[in-house]
């Protein structure tokens, strides 16, 4: 009868202890959310990020005073330790000057200005280049049309986002190749420039940079991007004249490799010190705009998952790293740094959680795990669906915490609603003004209140 009745009281506590947990982790929730509506520093930050510091190009002095902007703050954020970890990265300029031009012929000539920006990556013009233009959509028009009709021309990429996705991130990499490899495909047939439609949805005059490869082997070409007004009004220029003539400078220069560092806080964990949860975005960004939703707001969403911990009195089980990545857009050197010293210190990492989606008004997360860790996740979907949390879709997470990838990792993205990401994206549009800090703040609620969630329940390693 005794032991029953000790089976009975073991099996009570046990189902009440269940039965706290979640009130315990809601009440945490809830707790993270009002910390950072009402008290939240996020938006703050990134006021100073864009306007004190401004653009971020790697390699350039403003993203190594952004660097030492992100070390202070994080150390006065309170963190345990917080150090730079050397990261090696490019540098590249677009220079002083950049224009584009042609005449246009009919009851007298008419000169049309361009509105155009350098590719990341790309090569000057050394002076004026002259060519005719030669307008294509795909690879496949650019390979049927030939050397005999491309040698010494320009050639001029038209090629639109599909508006019909509403996935507007797929319908960014639908587009993205032209932009990535364009110059050199247009350079195999002897172009001697290469001219993109932006990579935008918006019907408006900024052009919008970006990272262009160079093929090895292949002639590097100057390669620049049209905005999107510029791009319909020049197609229909063509139609009027065919064989008009462009005129297109640009002063990019490259320069030797230089290093910068990733900025890295953490608060060490109580029960698992080894064990790691990375938070994160880019700290890097185009040097024209200021960096604003890419990626801005996922660095000040990501310190302020810190501050708001910490507010809170938090101690994390597990030790919890905040990691401002420097150099995502100029081939991802923060990350791939970051994964490698990680791995060549056997660090253990749990999970690890990126924004870089913009600083709108967040839904979910993207979640790259397996059948066993999903199942997990979908167990806290009743403590998120209240903060409109419930879109937790598997594929994709982050480019900056990607190389982290292995058999027991799970990788998680910051999912907002990005109808209006390409707007912004890459272009003098992405300002502080335009970011809502009503959206941001909930984002960095969001990515802290699944870092909590994260540390206190753990994530299974594949079996």
């Not at 005999?148 to 996705?165: P, Q, S, T, W, Y």
């Not at 604003?292 to 938090?314: F, K, M, N, P, W």
């Not at 060549?344 to 790259?368: L, M, Q, R």
Request: hydrophobic share 40%.
């Amino acid at each position: 009868m005794q032991k029953k009745l000790i089976s009975l009281l073991i099996l009570f506590i046990c189902s009440l202890a269940q039965a706290q947990k979640p009130n315990q982790d809601s009440l945490m929730l809830s707790n993270i959310y009002n910390h950072v509506l009402t008290q939240g520093k996020c938006y703050d930050d990134l006021r100073f990020l864009c306007k004190d510091i401004g653009h971020r190009l790697a390699g350039s002095e403003s993203a190594s005073r952004a660097i030492q902007w992100g070390k202070k703050t994080l150390e006065d954020c309170g963190a345990d330790n917080v150090f730079l970890m050397p990261v090696e990265v490019p540098k590249w300029t677009r220079g002083s000057y950049e224009s584009g031009k042609y005449k246009l012929k009919g009851g007298g000539v008419i000169e049309k200005s361009v509105s155009l920006t350098a590719l990341g990556g790309s090569v000057g013009t050394g002076g004026l280049i002259k060519g005719q233009i030669i307008e294509v959509k795909t690879f496949e028009e650019l390979a049927i049309l030939g050397e005999e009709k491309i040698r010494g021309k320009i050639v001029f990429f038209n090629k639109a986002m599909d508006a019909a996705l509403i996935n507007t991130g797929a319908a960014y990499g639908g587009a993205y190749p032209i932009r990535g490899k364009g110059p050199s495909e247009a350079a195999k047939y002897g172009a001697v420039a290469c001219l993109i439609r932006s990579l935008t949805l918006a019907d408006d005059n900024y052009p919008h940079t970006g990272m262009t490869s160079y093929e090895d082997g292949v002639v590097r070409i100057p390669a620049a991007a049209l905005s999107a007004v510029a791009s319909r009004q020049l197609s229909q220029d063509l139609k009027i004249q065919p064989d008009l003539e462009f005129e297109l400078q640009l002063s990019c220069e490259a320069y030797d490799r230089t290093v910068q560092a990733n900025v890295v806080a953490e608060i060490r964990g109580s029960k698992f010190p080894d064990e790691y949860i990375t938070i994160g975005g880019h700290l890097d960004s185009w040097d024209i705009g200021e960096g604003a939703h890419d990626d801005g707001c996922g660095i000040v969403q990501s310190i302020e998952v810190l501050r708001t911990l910490l507010a809170l009195g938090y101690k994390p089980l597990h030790t919890i790293r905040i990691v401002l990545f420097i150099n995502e857009e100029f081939g991802n050197d923060g990350g791939e740094t970051y994964a490698r010293v990680c791995r060549e210190e056997n660090k253990i990492h749990v999970a690890a959680v990126e924004s870089d989606a913009g600083g709108f008004t967040p839904v979910g997360f993207n979640c790259d795990l397996n059948d066993l860790q999903f199942q997990q996740i979908q167990t806290w979907l009743p403590l998120l669906e209240p903060y409109n949390l419930f879109r937790f879709r598997r594929g994709g997470s982050g480019v900056d915490i990607r190389p982290l990838k292995d058999e027991r990792i799970a990788l998680f993205g910051l999912n907002v609603d990005g109808q209006r990401y390409f707007d912004f994206h890459h272009s003098n549009n992405d300002r502080f003004e335009n970011v809502n800090r009503r959206e941001l703040e909930l984002g960095a609620a969001a990515m802290a209140a699944l870092t909590y969630l994260l540390d206190q329940s753990g994530i299974p390693a594949n079996p």
